[in-house]
């Protein structure tokens, strides 16, 4: 199913202007509410995990192939700099394109413990290719992952999006963890002041080394009139070190 939902208008200062401070006050609620999931997963170990491995995941469902590839790095030798991506597509079974993908990608540089200010560009089969700047909140340790990425387009017909990510992992045995993930996202088009993309993500299995497996649900939603497309079955997800 192709989706048809960008639109594009001439954008103009007040639509610059309104867009920020959309921009702002997303950022601002999003942290308040980082920060209280921040406080509790503190209790459960503080040895931060400063470099993680990739993440790639692979969904099979009703639908079709979801693939989702995450990477949060940072340069050995210049270590406040980083390099933050991210990469979703939907191939849906019996169609011969893939119609529904985002890939992201931006440089990132530390401002203050786990805040970065980041710059790159975000491509998608509705928006096309376009630089973007935003920040991003991470904090990672052996039960919990937390992100949280708000970032706007800098162009005329600006996107805000926000892009949030919680992981809780805890131990089970030795050799065996509990794996449980939600994340979502939301992104709004400020030209026609509608929605344009959102989702939510959930997942639930176990970890095995650097293998883990289960059961995932995406809950897609798609242009102004918020199209809705759900994907149900079993996920595999495998950490690159």
Excluded: C
Aim: aromatic share 14%; glycine share 8%; no cysteine.
């Amino acid at each position: 199913m192709k989706m048809t939902y960008p639109y594009k208008t001439k954008g103009t200062t007040e639509q610059m202007g309104k867009a920020f401070t959309h921009f702002l006050r997303f950022t601002l609620t999003w942290l308040i509410t980082l920060n209280s999931i921040h406080s509790f997963s503190q209790q459960s170990g503080s040895n931060s995990m400063h470099n993680p491995p990739v993440n790639v995941e692979v969904l099979l469902s009703n639908r079709g192939m979801t693939f989702q590839m995450l990477t949060d790095k940072k340069f050995q030798s210049v270590p406040r700099l980083g390099f933050f991506s991210v990469t979703n597509l939907v191939g849906e079974w019996g169609t011969y394109t893939v119609d529904d993908y985002m890939t992201q990608a931006s440089i990132t540089y530390d401002l203050v413990n786990r805040l970065r200010l980041n710059g790159g560009f975000h491509l998608s089969s509705a928006t096309g290719i376009r630089p973007t700047a935003g920040l991003i909140y991470s904090f990672a340790n052996p039960d919990w992952l937390l992100i949280f990425y708000p970032r706007i387009d800098i162009s005329k017909d600006a996107n805000v999006e926000g892009l949030a990510l919680v992981e809780y992992k805890p131990t089970i045995n030795e050799k065996w963890r509990f794996y449980s993930r939600l994340q979502g996202l939301y992104a709004h088009t400020m030209s026609i002041d509608k929605h344009s993309r959102s989702y939510v993500v959930a997942r639930a299995g176990v970890t095995y080394k650097e293998f883990t497996f289960g059961v995932g649900t995406n809950i897609d939603y798609y242009g102004p009139m918020k199209h809705n497309e759900n994907s149900f079955g079993g996920f595999l997800s495998v950490l690159l070190f």
